[in-house]
């Protein structure tokens, strides 16, 4: 699989434009080295052609003496360069022909007349052809040649080691671009902890600047006033549901208490039994609305209790013999809770609040005869609490919604509350640095999973 990572991709577009870089550097230095090479060689066996004819031509008519002289002054064979001189088709001095010279194609342009300046590359030889008029109007020819037979070793090892190094370069290249990518994205980095840490528990938080002047300072200064807008907007909708349930709390108190009033008179059957379903849809209602009212309080910094140290284990045991009651009319054995001391950090009422939600749905949903067991354990430096059922369970389309506020997963299963309950025990664990999860099979039972950090003390 292709990774998605940012890094990744700038680090391959990186390493392949410093091999476009690389490959045409290498292109261009052998197609240079090898111009240069040759324009030299060239210049080099023009300048030596006139050198060759000062020096020889006092002394035509004597070979030996020619060819000393040659000798002495050029070395031919020791320095892998081609030197004749003939008049009129007649070699009065030749040289040794170097390797990698056309000797064949070398005899056929001494027996033409090609002028009186001819340039020629004959295999690996290059050859200036000079006409020179002597003393009495002769016409010697002087042809000075020099092999790139070196030149063309020296250009073979330069490709070589531009075709070795490269991919070492590339390697190199991609460790040092992988590592400054990490440096330079070092402040996103932290940028992105400090997102994942706020929570409304601590809204005032804001996202650390990485003071650098650029683009990445910028953002996180857009982020920054992003949160300042968002937390003015929480604060504002928390206030404004604060409110309301403040003010909706007084009239429904007034109605209820009046339709208590109603109901204790005596009138006829049917008013007595409306009355009864206003008052029972009243008392729900307020019960709603006092939900409401904690679930602001549980997310706000001033509804956070000072919290102390317990047992969760024995707030377990507690709960338990107190909703015993209600497993015993549906015949439900609440198993025994293991007495091991969990220690935690917290709000005691809260989190019994958190229990008693649970059994109560436990116990509701589970039909008679079944079992529910509580269990309170530590792991790590956490506190494991698991209430498990043998009742219909959860279908899984709605496990992941069952924490949402006024989420009900049917009306069919007998439900006919709020639908508050599992998110006020949500956010009562959130307050406590915990997390709550469920796993449920349908018609096998449910377990409702509860980690809190243990007490540090």
């Known amino acids: 699989m292709i990774s998605r990572s940012p890094i990744f991709w700038l680090v391959t577009l990186y390493c392949a434009l410093l091999l476009l870089l690389g490959a045409s ?98 295999g690996s030889l290059f050859l200036n052809r000079r006409l020179y008029t002597g003393p009495q109007g002769r016409r010697i020819v002087v042809e000075s040649g020099q092999s790139d037979i070196f030149a063309q070793g020296v250009q073979t090892s330069l490709m070589q080691s531009l075709v070795f190094g490269l991919p070492v370069l590339l390697i190199l290249a991609a460790f040092g671009g992988y590592f400054l990518m990490r440096r330079s994205l070092r402040p996103i980095e932290r940028m992105i902890d400090a997102a994942e840490a706020i929570t409304f528990n601590n809204p005032g938080n804001r996202l650390p600047l990485a003071e650098t002047g650029d683009r990445i300072e910028t953002l996180g200064l857009a982020l920054n006033r992003m949160l300042d807008r968002l937390d003015a907007a929480y604060q504002y909708a928390n206030r404004i549901s604060a409110d309301a349930a403040h003010e909706i709390r007084t009239p429904l108190a007034i109605i209820r208490g009046e339709l208590e009033f109603l109901a204790a008179q005596k009138h006829s059957p049917d008013l007595q039994a409306t009355l009864g379903n206003i008052l029972d849809e009243a008392n729900r209602l307020s019960d709603m609305v006092e939900k409401l009212a904690m679930l602001s309080r549980m997310e706000s910094l001033w509804g956070k209790h000072a919290h102390a140290e317990f047992d969760l284990a024995a707030l377990a045991g507690e709960t338990i013999d107190q909703m015993r009651l209600l497993a015993d009319e549906k015949n439900i054995a609440l198993a025994p809770l293991q007495d091991s001391p969990t220690i935690v950090t917290g709000d005691r009422n809260r989190l019994k609040q958190v229990l008693v939600n649970l059994l109560d749905n436990a116990i509701k949903y589970t039909p008679e005869g079944g079992r529910v067991t ?44 709020s639908g508050l309950g599992l998110s006020i025990a949500k956010s009562i664990c959130n307050a406590h640095g915990g997390t709550i999860a469920v796993d449920s099979t349908p018609g096998a039972g449910s377990t409702f999973r509860i980690e809190l950090p243990l007490s540090t003390a």
């Open 374 to 417: 509580v269990e309170v354990r530590s792991h790590a430096n956490r506190a494991l609490l698991t209430v498990s059922d043998t009742g219909i369970g959860i279908a899984p389309e709605h496990r992941e919604n069952i924490f949402d506020r006024f989420y009900r997963v049917s009306t069919d299963r007998g439900e006919t509350g």
């Open 25 to 122: 550097f290498a292109w261009f230095t052998v197609v240079t080295f090898e111009h240069y090479t040759r324009e030299t060689i060239i210049r080099e066996t023009a300048a030596r052609s006139g050198e060759i004819w000062v020096t020889a031509a006092g002394s035509l008519d004597d070979r030996p003496r020619l060819a000393q002289l040659i000798e002495q002054r050029f070395a031919p064979e020791a320095q892998d360069r081609f030197i004749r001189i003939s008049e009129n088709g007649h070699f009065l001095y030749e040289s040794a022909i170097p390797a990698g010279a056309d000797a064949r194609a070398l005899e056929i342009r001494n027996a033409q007349n090609l002028g009186n300046v001819v340039k020629l590359r004959l």
